[in-house]
């Protein structure tokens, strides 16, 4: 699949494709919209040519055994950005009725693509001439199956106004890079059920586009950003079994996502949760979380600690120092010990005979 200038959409999901992804690039494909192939056996890494595609709308690699991490270049697609370059549709040649299928361009024999037995109904219309060069109708008669807000859905005329990217169901690893919030076109974003790790990125509030972000069953861990109540098109938000802690936002739309939205993650806090966040907690925008929190006491344990040390060697060596070093002080202190117990002793004593003698008259009366 070289030099096909005019191909619109490739559509090879639902299949038993194995291999790696070719390192298809804006010279093979240079209008391409979309590109899926989900839910086959692909492995191997996301080549980093895939970011040339720069008239890709959707991108949907998921369901397959694809590792390592998301290309750095991600946010190169400009077909996913609300500055994307106009659609090469009404552009687009016809084949005429008499072109037979078998003139389509073929799958070279070292192409992963090529062996792949079983082909489903689904390829074989991604691979037809109505593919190659859709009508001038503008998509009318093409479809693309999506999940987008947690939902499967058949998208056919409005196929050309929708922008995704789903990367769910791999085994990638590393962290969401930052360039991904550069496509501020996108609609939907999923990249659950991976094995990424680090934070949600600061930067997310660019995608002012975003309806629907999936990012659960995960290793992703810090605070949710406090700037993502921002997104007030986001409908559908799933931040579940991962680690992330402090408080949930409780501006916006973020006072209607469910628990459900945030299951798994034992150190987040706050409404919806029955987790409630503790008094130093900010309710938006908190920058004071536990671990501060517990730093703050130990340095404070620490430091009362110090300064009963510093009490106690000051008193005590303050004394016995002294006395230590001073004979004739040493003397008149133990003098004066000395004396104050011979005080006490004879106050007690004299006390203690006149209460004895008080007892005795007093039980010689009452006889």
Sequence with gaps: MRNLPQLLIVDLGENQLSGTIPSWNVSTFSSLQVLRLRQNMLNGGIPSQLCKLSSLKILDLSCNNLNGPIPWCIGNLRGMTL??????????????????????????????????????????????????????????TEDVIEVMEGRELDYIKILKLVVIMDLSKNNLVGSIPIGITMLNGL????????????EIPEMIENMRSLESFDVSSNQLSG?????????????????????????????????????????????????????????????????????????????????????????????????????????????????????????????????????????????????
């Design 83 to 140: 500055e994307a370059p106009t659609s090469p549709v009404s552009q687009a040649p016809t084949l005429p009725p008499t072109s037979p299928v078998a003139e389509a361009p073929t799958l070279p024999p070292t192409s992963p693509f090529a062996e792949a037995p079983n082909l489903s109904p689904a390829s074989s219309i991604a691979l037809s001439p109505a593919f190659l060069a859709p009508p001038p109708e503008d998509w009318q």
């Design 187 to 198: 609609l939907g974003l999923n990249l659950s059920n991976n094995h990424l790790t680090g």
């Design 223 to 367: 605070t949710i950003p406090s700037n993502m109540p921002t997104l007030t098109s986001l409908s559908h938000l799933n931040l579940s079994y991962n680690n992330f802690s402090g408080p949930i936002p409780t501006d916006n739309q973020f006072l209607t996502y469910d628990s459900s939205s945030y299951a798994g993650n034992p150190y987040l806090c706050g409404f919806p949760l029955p987790n409630k966040c503790g008094y130093s907690h900010q309710v938006y925008g908190g920058s004071e979380f536990e671990d501060e929190d517990s730093n703050l006491d130990k340095w404070e344990k620490w430091l009362f600690y110090f300064v009963i040390a510093i009490g106690f060697a000051t008193g005590f060596w303050g004394v016995i120092g002294t006395l230590w070093f001073k004979k004739t002080w040493r003397h008149v202190y133990f003098r004066w010990v000395e004396d104050l117990a011979d005080t006490i002793y004879v106050t007690t004593a004299i006390r203690m005979a006149k209460l004895k003698k008080w007892m005795m008259m007093r039980n010689r009366v009452v006889v």
